[in-house]
């Protein structure tokens, strides 16, 4: 058993339950739990005799994605901030999908941004009837980043993934799972309580078998994960720097419409 300061892990028998412990905050994407989410996924490839994991979230939301509180005061020199934060985020999320086994998430109220890319990156999506899984990077006047292009892409298809971003969309469960970005809608009372079953089902399963497959559909997809993590980080980079960047995270804050000027 393991506890940082944002994630826990917990083992039982193969199956490694890893918490993100924030739910004061949202369970919020930022310094800290990138830096505690790749350790955590390192302890893991190192752990003898893991065979399924479930990630999960405490509180009401899985994650509100980056923390928008602490963009405002570094909001006029962000790019060297998110080179430090995506050296740490992305690497944990490329080792994390490379996992050779199954990994199970489990998606409560909302799930936003970074927080959205992190599920879609896991092999089962179980969210409750309530949860709003949302793509909230251009509203900040943010591009994507933690992999989204490449997980929504692979859930969703190119067009749709690239519509849901453009247009800062918000699915419901239902929608969710119509679009491919949620694998099960289940009762929100239900939800833990099934997504440990389907983990714990998968920990009991053919473990070599699973890798395998997880491998060979890694290898289908068009895009090469570790150059497209990397892009996109020096990308977000490159925006964060821009007049209309500073005005989205300004307005989040201050709580009013955002004036983007296109550059």
């Known amino acids: 058993m393991n506890k940082a300061s944002t994630i826990h892990i917990e083992m039982q028998a193969g199956l490694a339950i890893v918490s993100l412990t924030q739910p004061e905050r949202g369970n919020p994407i930022d310094s800290d739990l990138a830096r505690d989410f790749r350790q955590a996924i390192q302890q893991l490839w190192d752990t003898p005799g893991l065979r399924a994991v479930l990630l999960r979230a405490e509180g009401e939301n899985f994650s509100f994605g980056g923390d928008i509180k602490m963009f405002y005061p570094e909001r006029a020199n962000m790019a060297p901030l998110l080179r430090s934060w995506t050296a740490d985020m992305h690497m944990g999320l490329q080792r994390a999908w490379q996992l050779p086994v199954p990994v199970v998430v489990a998606v409560q109220g909302w799930a936003l941004g970074a927080g959205t890319a992190l ?9 409750g009837e309530s949860a709003r ?3 909230a990077f251009a509203k900040i006047g943010f591009s994507c980043d933690s992999g989204s292009s490449v997980t929504l892409t692979a859930r969703m298809g ?6 849901f971003v453009l247009m800062r969309e918000v699915l419901g469960s239902q929608e969710a799972l119509q679009a ?3 694998d099960r809608v289940v009762p929100d009372a239900e939800l833990q309580a099934q997504a440990l079953a389907l ?4 920990a009991a ?22 150059a497209q993590l990397e892009d996109e980080a020096m990308t977000l980079a490159r925006v964060s720097v821009t007049a209309d960047a500073r005005e989205g995270i300004s307005a989040q804050v201050e709580r009013r419409k955002a004036v ?3 550059c």
């Open 205 to 226: 399963g053919p473990t070599v078998a699973y890798g395998e497959i997880k491998r060979l559909f890694l290898r289908a997809g068009s895009a090469q994960l570790e």
């Open 133 to 135: 899984i949302g793509s």
């Open 180 to 182: 491919g970005l949620a």
């Open 119 to 127: 599920l879609a990156g896991c092999d089962m999506v179980l969210a």
């Open 199 to 202: 983990a714990q089902e998968f």
């Open 158 to 163: 190119v067009a749709r993934a690239r519509r």
């Open 260 to 262: 983007f000027r296109g």
